[in-house]
């Protein structure tokens, strides 16, 4: 069974820092694409960063320069470091695979509190 679990969310103040983590099994973690996505009160789920088994990235423009994703193989997880964050970066953040079999998978929310 695929499992995502993402944790490292909390609340901060305008400036700060937090790490979100994705946990991933139930899969080869070595053959695959993991995402970063957001979703804020009333708002539509927004992509917000993404990295492939080949260590590629992808930001969203208003992440960039604040936020890194990276990822540790060993430990089948991959990381969103979030840095100078503001309160427009509060949301729910999810992360979400899709794997070389076509299927994709979300995991639970993790709750980002920004405070001005």
């Known amino acids: 069974e695929v499992q995502l679990q993402a944790s490292g969310g909390g609340l901060v103040q305008a400036g700060g820092s937090l790490r979100l983590s994705c946990t991933a099994s139930?899969?080869?973690?070595?053959?695959?694409?993991i995402a970063w996505f957001r979703q804020a009160p009333g708002k539509e789920r927004e992509g917000v960063s993404c990295?492939?088994?080949?260590?590629?990235?992808y930001y969203e423009h208003s992440v960039k320069g604040r936020f890194t994703v990276s990822s540790d193989n060993a430990k089948a997880t991959v990381y969103l470091q979030m840095n100078s964050l503001k309160p427009e970066d509060s949301a729910v953040y999810y992360c979400w695979a899709h794997l070389p079999s076509g299927v994709a998978y979300w995991g639970q929310g993790t709750l980002v509190t920004v405070s001005s």
């Open positions: 139930g899969f080869d973690f070595d053959d695959y694409a």
């Open positions: 990295i492939s088994s080949d260590g590629s990235t």
